[in-house]
């Protein structure tokens, strides 16, 4: 675990609610000089406590309306490998993430999709084909809050 101060905590809070943050504008913000914040983010970066930086789409302005969290149970675990299920679901292009998780699934799917048909669509001719696939349950995202995080 990397040790972390105070000055620390408040450039990784800025950068959780604005990655593209430059280090100008982060040591105006956190009241130190720009090498400061430069070294700083450079030693959290190669720390890997930063492991990158993402692009945010709003999925509805990109025609998205529904995202749905789909639990999935693999019927024949020791014939289908773990690997070859990620694998094969990762390529579906609607399936945002995929996590394997302990619990009544093996694994919970981020999928979003145009509208509910479209989402029954890809679950019916992409998900429900794939192989190993057991039982499954959807859960229709209905609003979002994005929590920063443990800081």
Not at 50 to 73: N, P, T, W
Not at 97 to 121: C, K, M, Q, S
Request: aromatic share 4%; proline share 4%; glycine share 8%.
């Amino acid at each position: 675990m990397t040790e972390l101060d105070d000055l620390d905590r408040a450039l990784l809070r800025a950068l959780v609610q604005d990655a593209t943050l430059s280090t100008a504008a982060l040591a105006r913000l956190l009241g130190c000089s720009q090498p400061v914040a430069w070294r700083r983010l450079k030693r959290l970066t190669d720390s890997g406590v930063i492991a990158g930086r993402r692009l945010v789409l709003d999925r509805e302005k990109l025609g998205f309306g529904v995202a749905v969290f789909l639990g999935v149970k693999l019927a024949t675990k020791g014939r289908v490998s773990l690997e070859d299920f990620e694998r094969a679901v990762s390529a579906i292009p609607e399936v945002q993430t995929v996590e394997h998780v302990l619990g009544l699934y093996d694994y919970r799917l981020r999928i979003v999709a145009r509208d509910l048909p479209d989402f029954e669509r890809v679950l019916r001719r992409r998900i429900m084909t794939l192989p190993g696939v057991g039982d499954v349950e959807a859960n229709v995202l209905l609003s979002e809050e994005r929590r920063p995080g443990p800081l």
